[in-house]
Structures are given as C-alpha cells and as structure tokens.
C-alpha cells in the first residue's frame, strides 16, 4: 500500500459548477488546468504549496510533492492525482466538499493516461522506466539465508592495459562471502578472498573510480566516480553475472561518494558540487537534495538498516539523516579536517568516522553523542571500516595497517609498506586483512598474526599475455622436468639394481627365516611332545608305584589270610584230633559202661558193681559232654576254616590281579621311558638345527641390514632430484591448467563479446515491442474513437435535442432573472424616493428643534426619525447587496446560456463534421491495423535473430566449459 506521508491538500470546489464535456485529447494548458484552477490551486500554487506540492504549471506536477510523484505518464492506476481525486484512496481529495464531476475525472485519468499533453500542440510524454529493478523485501536486507553468489564466469580480460599498476582509489569487501573489489583505471577488479583468484573484470568506461561498496546482502557492487570537471556517474553490477543493473547521475564532476540503501530502492552520492543527492532507484529521479555541507561531499553511507544516512565533507563536517525524507537526525562535532572515511558497525547504533586529523571517533546513533576518539595515524587516516565482527582496520599516512577492537583498543600493526596505504579492508571473516598502497601494491595480510599470505595485481594482464606467459612457464617446466629426470635416471637405476640385490637376499633371508620358523616349529613341537612324554613317564610311575604298593598291599593280606587260614586249619585239625579222640575215648567209656552195664545187670546188688556202674555212667557222660563240646567247636573251627579258606581265595585272586596291573604298569613305565629317551635325543637334534638356521638367518640379516643402508643411502641420493622432478611434474600440470584455464577465456571472452551483442539486440528487441505495444495501444486508441464517432452519430439527435431544450431553459431562467432584476431596481428606486422624502423630513424637524430646543416632544420626534432613517439606509444597504447579487446570477446565467448556445452550436455542427470524423476513423483504423501487422512481423523476425544470438551464447559457454580445468 502506498505510504502518504504529505499528501498534497486539494481545494474546494468554487460554488458554480462549469458545464463539461470530455475531450478526446486533453491537454494540461485548455483542459486540466481549468479543473484544478476551480478545484485545488487555492491550496496548491507557488505561495501555499500545501503537502510541497505546486499545480500551476506543468513543472509543478512533474516535480510531485512530499508524497513523491504526483501524476505518472501513461499510468493513472498508480498516479495520486487521480486516485485521490476519484476517492479511490485516502486521503480523499478535495478534503471537503462535493466529489468531482465524473466528466472531470474521465478527463483527469485520460489525460494521465494518455502521457500529460502540455498543450494541444505538445507531445505527450513516456512513462519513466525504473532504472533498476532491485528493490528488495525487508527480509532480504540482512545476512542472505543461502551464500551470496560469487562471479560466475566473468570476463577476465582487463578493459584497460597500463604499463604499472595505479594506487587504488577504491576498495571494497563484501559482507558475507570471500569476495573483495578493488578500483582499477575505467575498470573495477573482483578477487576471491581464500584463494585469491581474480574473478572478474567490470568496467567503467566512464572514467576514473572513486568510490566502491557492496550492496548490504553482497549481491551487487556499486562504483562512483568520472572525469574530473567534466562528468560523473554511479554504476552498479550484478555480482554473479556480472550484469550493469544501474547506472545513475548525469554530473558535471566526477562523483566522490556513492551509496546504496539496503533494500536497494536509494543510492546516495556526493561530490564537489557540495550537494548530497539522494535518488530512487524505482524511477531515476532525485528524491531530495541536501545542502548542509559548505565544502565538497567525501563520504555518504547508509545505516545497515537503511533507516539512517550519514554524510560528512573536506572541511570536517558530518551529519546524519533521516534516510527516507533527508529530514536532519543528528550534526557531530569533533572532526577538524576532511573526513576521509565512515562506516557503521553491523548493527547500525554506531557510526564510524576517520579524518586527516589522524583520528577515529565512533558516535553514539541514540543520543548522536561520542562514544570513543582515539588517534590512530598521527599524519592522517585515508580509510576506516568496521568488519561484521565490530573490529575496525584503518590505513594512512604513516604507511601502517592497523587493526583495532571497537573500543579503539589496538590489537596489531602491519608495517614495511613502500608507501602511503590509501586503502584497507577486512574479509567478510575478518580472518584476513586487504591493502593497498600508493605504489599499487595489492597485498592480503593474515589479521591473526599480520603475516604476508599474498601479493595481488592490481594491474592485471592481457589474456593474450597470459596464454604467452603461461606457455613460457610450461616450457621451462618441461625443460627443468627433463633436466631433473636425465640428473634422477642413473640414480634409479642404481636404486632399483639396489633394490634386487637387496629383493635377492631377502629372499635368502626369507627362506632362512622359514626354516627358522620351521626349526622353531619343529623345536616347540618335540618340546611339547617331552614334555608330554614326561608327564606320562610321571603318570607312568605313579601308576607302577601305585601297583607295587597295591600288589604289595595285597600280598601282606594274602599272607595273612594264608597265616589266618592254616592257623584256623591247625586248630580244625587239631580240634578233629582231639574229638577222634574224645570219640574214641567215648567208645571206650561206653564200653565201659556196657560192661558195667552187663556187671551190674548180673551183680545188680554189688555195690562196686554199682560203684563202677555209676563212675562208668559219670565218666561216659563226662566224655560224651566233652565230645558234644568239642564237636561243637569243630564246627566252629571248620566254618572259621572254611571262611579264612574263602578269604584266602579273594585275597590270592587279588594279590594275582595286583600283580598283573603292576606287570603292566611296568610295561608302560618302560615304554614311557623308551619314548622320553627318544623324545630327548630328538629334540637335541631339532635344537642343533634350530641354531644352525637361526645362525644363517642373523648373517642372512646383517647383509641385508648391511644392503638396506646401501639401499636408503642410494634412495637418498634420489630424494632432492626426485623432489625437482616432481616439483617440475607438478609445476607442468599446473601451466597446463593454467593454459587450458587462459586458453578456455579466450572463449569466454569471445562469449562475453557475443553477449554484448546479445544486450544490444535485447535492447533493439525492447525498442520494436515497445513500437509494438505503441502501435497497439494506438489501435485500441483507433478502435476506442471509431466506437466513439458510431457512437456520437447515434446519440447526435438526442444530443441535439437535449442541447436546444437546454438553450430554452437557459433562456428561459435569464429572462426570469433580468424580470427580477426589473422588479428589484423599481423597489430600489421607490425606497430611494422614500428615504430622500425622510431625509427631508429630518432636516426640516431639526431645524424646528434648534428653534424650540426647550421641546421635549419635538427633540422626541427628532430622534425616532432619525432611527427610522438609519433603519432606511440599513435596508438599502441590503437591498442593493440582495442586488449586486442578482446582477452575478444574470451573469451566471448568461454565461450558462453562452456555454448551452455554444454546445448546441458544436452539436449541429457535428451533424456535417460526425460522419468525416467517422470516415477518417475508420481510414485510420485500417492503417494502423496495417502497422501493428507490420510491427508484429518485425519482432517475430527479430525474436528469431535474438534466440540464435542466445543459443551462440550457451553453445560458447558449454565450449568453455569443456575447456576449463577442473580448478
């Protein structure tokens, strides 16, 4: 939406409406300038130019008001004159009273569109084509969300050849990608600031650079400069393309400041002219001027929020302003020579400004105070920047490079220039500091520990002198490569002889090594296999030494199961013995007894016999108890005996089975010690073989070691002529690239020139649709007046009607109005009789009175007449008001009737001029349709020749993209 900061207050309507018709060309001098005489000059002229704006003449409209332009050729959609006046936006114009008439405003808004015709005999004029489109959204003004573009395929032959590189005038780094520019004559240099390649060349061919900047997102650089006393411009380029997107000031010196709002809709400049001009980009035009300064203009530069724009001069003076309006903000004081350098730090609070005085003040943007001052090149700074980091690095006169933290505190000085430093910059990382000295000398410096990383050219050379150059590194390249290699050949060839040897006897060593390691093998094995061996011959004896024991064991129970059984066989026998015995002795004793049986059965009284039969009885009992007893044991003793017989026979089954494990375990007592006693025989031999390999081995390696010294001090022989042969090897790849990268411009180049032709073509091509869109904007024009006059010759009856009803109305209300007019004058005329009959009448009564003062009723008289008389005047006095007033409204009238009788008069006139005008439509029609054929044809052709120019281009961009090197 359109901002209206002082919009322009258009007047009120007079109270008589003027009687309008359209015309089909109206211009400024017969048609507009009526409308705004009766509707908005008494507010809007040279003394009271309400809102700065003047619409008197048509110089008054083309300078517009506060609220910038006011009426934009060819454009009413976007003009304020008519859309305020039409009440399509506020606010709404005039301020008061009625709307204008629509015929008003139909001509208004054609006038507009049909380009201001000043006068009927003018020319109308074009709408202003933006000269540049780089306005930007407010969210683009800060740190880009993806990388800023670097050039892409610039143009790397110089526009101008010196014979030695200029001071730099100028320098430049951008904000947020490694990218520097530098002021070379009639041309600005752009070099990458990691790998300090050039990127590109852009020129100036309007003379000599005074001053560089990049826009804020880094997209465009901005130059500003001319030829002294005769012209300056500003000119700007698009990083990437390396396109001129602007170009701007028509100066009659060389311009010696220039800056860039932004969002790229402003650039600042200034110069010897004292001026600050401030212009927009959207149209061309000088939005303000500023005339604080009283010497020349060094130094402007917007505030990275492009709300501020601060100015300052060669005699020390320095003002801040409002960026929009140049309405003033702040005046710093402190400076007492040129201001040679401003800069603001990244958030826009803090302005930075250095002088030839040799200081650096920093200021303060909410109370416009100083924040810190600090001397920092006693014989005068040339320049002064903030990075985005907030360090400052100045350069001047002392021929010393200075980096500073924002307080002024200083941090490293980089000294051993030739010269004055004019300029200095740091990298958009702050990681490396750019300077440049009166010498021309172009050096890039690490900021870390002031250390040289590089010196630049400011004075780059010809493609042509490039190739030539680089063929002449490429031959020396090569003959050092041949040089180095005849020097390295008999070296190699005694490495590599080296190297057999040394292969031979390593493959001695390697066979040594796998006997040895075979040997070891072998050795580790038969130890294992011993040590096995003995682990069994120990298990061996402890199974022998286990069964003697046990056999042992055994045969002392064998031996007293043996003792036991035969001791128990004793005694059975003995125990047998003695119950024969007893049997034998009981058969006896029953005999005995038998017989004294048979002795007492014969002498059955005879006491002896009885005597002997009792003690045979006894004793046969005694022996038969005693057999019973013994018999008793016997079998005691025989199943004692058969038990100790039993155990016996367990004892000697396992004294044979104890004697049977321990002849086996003898056995293998045996054949584990036959098998330790081999083992150890052979392990002897593998351990003197062992020792014979390793012995050939350490000899097979001391020779080895011994070649090896031979070997590497062979090696090292070849290490410095191999180091220049690949010195040499890379330095041949690098002139091949670097001649296929100079070679492959030559292409660009070739394709830059064609692309010059491609602009000149696409500009011819914008001249013939613009002849196009002419032609078709005359053949609506054409077509609207052919429906026009149809339409007139349809409507001219009626029309002529309206207009002789309107004559006899007109006629009609002037005669009733001079009827009245009539009247009026009688009643004029009889009040005048009447007051001179009064007048009389106090005269005389006056008179009277002087006479008879004593009177009372009489002076009574006197009094009231003369109120009656001044009652009298009074009225008269309105009446010939109420008449002077009807005499405006017969004019009125007869003007109208004038304006009714002209406007029929016109209508039938158009009754013979319609149907000509109708003809000639219609004829024009027809030619004009005849051109827009023409003209459409002539940019369908030309659209052919644009493609195949286009179509040249890529093809010779794809050339030279093949061409290039991988870099």
Known sequence: MRLIHALPCLALFGTAPILWATPEKPNYQDDILPILEQSCNSCHNPDKAKGGLDLTSMHGIMAGGSSGETAIPEDSANSLLYLLTARLEEPHMPPRGDKIEKAQLNAIKLWIDQGLLPTASGKPMKKKQSSANLSLNLASMGRPD?????????????????????????????????????????????????????????????????????????????????????????AAWRVQTGERVLTLGNEQDSILTASISPDQSLVAIGGTSKLVKVFDLASGEVLYQIKKHSEWVTQVSFSPDGILLASADRNGGLHVWEAGT??????????????????????????????????????????GKSVKTWTAHSAGILSAHFDEKGQVVSSGRDKTVKLWDQ????????????????EARLSHDGAKIISGDWSGEIKVWNSADGKLLRTLSGNPPSIESRIAQARSFLEKSRNDYET??????????????????LNQEKNVLNGHEDKVLKSQIDLKRKKDELDVAKKALAAAKTQRDGSQNEAASKKKLWDQANADGNAKLK????????????????????????????????????????????????????????LGESENLLKTYDSAFRKAESHLTLAKNALASSNAKLSESSKILASAQ?????????????????????????????????????????QKATTEPNAELQSARSQITRHENDLRFWQAQTINLERHHEITKLSDLKLEFESLEEDLEESLRLQNQATSNLEKASEAMRVLPEKITKAQELVAQKRKLLADKQRDAVNLQNRKSEKDNFLSEVEALSSKTANQTEVESSNETLAQAESKIKD??????????????????????????????GIAETALASALSMRESNPKVLDESKI??????????????????????????LAKTENLLKDYLAASPKR
């Not at 005879?606 to 006894?618: E, I, R, V």
Request: a neutral charge.
């Open 674 to 714: 036959k098998n330790q006693n081999d083992l150890i025989i052979e392990l002897k031999q593998v351990e003197t073989s062992h020792k014979t390999n390793s012995s050939l081995r350490d000899q097979c390696k001391v020779k080895v070691v011994s070649l090896e010294k031979e070997l590497a001090n062979k």
């Open 326 to 367: 140049g309405n003033p903000f702040y005046s710093l004081i402190g400076h007492k020579a040129e201001i040679t350098d401003l800069s603001w730090r990244a958030d826009g609070n803090v302005l930075l400004s250095a002088s030839e005085d040799g200081g650096i003040r920093t200021w303060e943007m909410i109370n």
């Open 868 to 897: 009656a008389l001044n009652l009298l005047k009074a009225d008269l006095t309105e009446f010939a008001s109420a008449q002077k007033n009807q005499n405006q409204q017969i004019q009125l009238a007869q003007s109208e009737l």
């Open 484 to 501: 180095s290699n005849r020097k390295l050949e008999p070296l190699v060839q005694a490495v590599e002889q080296a190297k057999s040897v």
């Open 407 to 422: 307080n002024g505190k200083g941090i490293r000085t980089v000294s051993g220039f030739k010269d004055i430093v004019m």
């Open 924 to 949: 024009e029609l027809d030619r004009i349709n005849l051109l827009v054929a023409s003209r459409r044809k002539a940019v369908e052709d030309f659209r052919g020749r644009l493609n195949q120019q």
């Open 146 to 234: 993806t990388p800023p573009p670097l050039p892409d395929h610039l143009r790397l032959e110089p526009y101008v050849l010196t014979d030695r590189a200029f001071a730099p005038s100028a320098m430049a780094s951008a904000p947020w990608s490694p990218l520097f520019a530098i002021a070379s004559p009639k041309q600005v240099l752009l070099y990458h600031a990691d790998n300090f390649d050039l990127m590109g060349i852009l020129p100036y061919p309007e003379g000599f650079i005074e001053s560089l900047t990049f826009s804020r997102n880094g997209e465009l650089v901005l130059a500003s400069g001319g030829k002294g006393g005769k012209s300056g411009t500003v």
């Open 571 to 626: 005694r059975f026998q003995e125990m047998q013995s003695q119950v024969a015995k007893q049997r034998t002795e009981l058969s006896e004793c029953s005999n005995t007894l038998e017989q004294a049986k048979q002795i007492k059965s014969q002498n059955p009284e005879d006491a002896d016999a009885n005597k002997s039969l009792l003690a045979a009885q006894k004793s046969f009992d005694e022996k038969k108890k005693e």
